[in-house]
């Protein structure tokens, strides 16, 4: 009976152990005297000779109590040897999108912060006029030889531009000009095939979380109309009736040059703030710290009626910074800055009069009931006061927002990247003015111009980081961080 006793207990113990060394290699094996088999202790052998001798200690070792192994269902999405989500339930969870869709977010956006910068430059040059057709796919090549710049310089003498103004330009200055709205289109084509392909590449993957495709989707489409809107507003400047209006000047419509750098903010805004949102909630689902702070709980301080009023005045702010930009646009398609350069007066008083402001020279309905509407947006004088207006009402309302962001009580319940944020958009804000201010008494260089634009897209960008960190985690985020906090509490 011993015997048969001897070959049971052995028998087993070797075979466990080749199947832990294979199948459990990576789990290490925990001895422990109070996991014995039930069935072990109740034998014979508890109560015979053998119960102290080396068969007795054989038996523990041959019931060792091994952890169980995390199922490969239960591996993490993304987290690649994370412990802390390692036993996260991977398959139950909703898409997390990873920090590679944050980072090609962010590239989008600079290269849309690149293309508004180049389109800025491209309108104070007078360039944008020099190609007068719109080829998608072919215009991506430029004249190659001197028989295709001759072809190209000959439609462009063609156009009211050269009749009206550059009637002396040489071939080699009208290349300059070419080349510059010809850098802006390849670029903007360029913005389209670095987002569209890695957007149908995230798709296939299943990186995106479950709003982003609808939502990237129609940024795709937005980009695709944006082109279309540029050649809209150049085919606006090349039309013959300006050269029936006596005093025309040959230049695009403000209203479509507004309409093409509003699309392109928009745009710009869009990718930015999702980009910044997806490596946060990244971060967060890690168990990283919200908006900077590991002590806030950001259901409590999101809920505070205070930071409520904060975030919706953030908000408004936002939109008024978006439209002083957009007003900035008519001043440039109007070429409104060449007009009363003094500042803080016009004319010496503090507003150009009446007559100015709100001439019927403007209208076009015989009782002039278009006055208001068209001087806001046709007369470059009423034009450039509504600019220095807003201007001066977004900088103020940054200042009391920064002010009121410095206050004890109100510092000690936002975020700290809330905080950073509002600094950062109060010191753009000054430069920003400076560059205005310089634009304006130097009678529009190139290079303030362009500064002061990308200062504006810049002080957009501020705002748009403050709205992101005071924005509660993503749905997803929030269920990846409650998967892992439940894993690390049991112990896993």
Not at 131 to 156: C, L, Q, R
Not at 344 to 355: E, F, H, I, S, V
Request: proline share 6%; net charge positive; aromatic share 10%.
């Amino acid at each position: 009976m011993q015997l048969s006793l001897v070959n049971a207990l052995l028998r087993p113990r070797a075979h466990l152990g080749l199947r832990a060394s294979r199948a459990f290699s990576t789990a290490p094996v925990n001895f422990s005297r109070r996991t014995v088999l039930k069935s072990c202790l109740a034998s014979e052998v508890t109560s015979s000779p053998l119960c102290n001798s080396w068969l007795y200690r054989r038996c523990y070792s041959v019931v060792a109590q091994r952890k169980p192994a995390v199922p490969h269902s239960l591996k993490p999405q993304f987290f690649s040897a994370n412990a802390f989500h390692g036993a996260a339930q991977a398959s139950q969870l909703p898409v997390l999108a990873p920090p590679a869709v944050g980072r090609w977010l962010l590239f989008s956006s600079a290269m849309v912060f690149a293309v508004i910068v180049v389109g800025g430059v491209t309108r104070l040059t007078e360039s944008g006029l020099s190609i007068t057709e719109w080829k998608p796919i072919t215009g991506i090549i430029p004249p190659m030889n001197a028989e295709d710049w001759s072809v190209e310089f000959e439609k462009y003498k063609a156009t009211p531009e050269f009749k009206l103004l550059n009637h002396s330009i040489t071939l080699d200055e009208f290349k300059n000009i070419f080349y510059m709205e010809w850098g802006h289109r390849v670029l903007g084509r360029l913005i389209g095939i670095t987002f569209v392909v890695p957007l149908a590449y995230f798709g296939l993957r299943k990186k995106l979380t479950t709003s982003m495709p609808i939502q990237l989707t129609g940024m795709a489409l937005l980009l695709g109309f944006q082109g279309f809107l540029g050649w809209y507003m150049v085919k606006s400047g090349l039309e013959d009736s300006i050269m029936d209006t006596p005093g025309a000047v040959p230049r695009v419509s403000q209203y479509r040059l507004a309409a093409h750098l509003g699309t392109a903010v928009v745009l710009y805004a869009g990718m930015l703030g999702t980009g910044l949102a997806v490596i946060k909630d990244w971060r967060y689902a890690r168990g990283g710290s919200w908006s900077g702070s590991s002590t806030m709980n950001w259901q409590n301080v999101l809920s505070n009626p205070v930071v409520k009023r904060f975030s919706r005045l953030s908000k408004g702010l936002s939109a008024l910074v978006f439209l002083t930009a957009l007003s900035g646009a008519f001043v440039a398609g109007l070429d409104a800055g060449l007009l009363y350069n003094e500042f803080p007066l016009m004319g010496g008083r503090l507003a150009p009069p009446m007559d100015e402001l709100f001439s019927f020279a403007y209208t076009k309905n015989a009782d002039g009931s278009d006055i208001w509407w068209r001087n806001i947006f046709e007369n470059p004088i009423t034009v450039q006061f509504d600019h220095r207006v807003l201007a001066m009402t977004t900088y103020l309302s940054i200042c009391l927002l920064f002010a009121y962001s410095r206050r004890p009580a109100i510092r000690a319940l936002l975020p700290p990247l809330a905080s950073k944020s509002v600094t950062a958009a109060f010191a753009v804000a000054n430069v920003q003015v400076l560059l205005g201010l310089a634009t304006l008494l130097y009678l529009v260089p190139v290079p303030i111009a362009a500064a002061h634009q990308a200062g504006s897209i810049a002080l957009l960008s501020t705002m748009v980081h403050l709205l992101v960190s005071l924005r509660r985690p993503g749905l997803a985020a929030q269920a990846w961080r409650k998967a892992g906090m439940q894993t690390k509490g049991s112990g896993l």
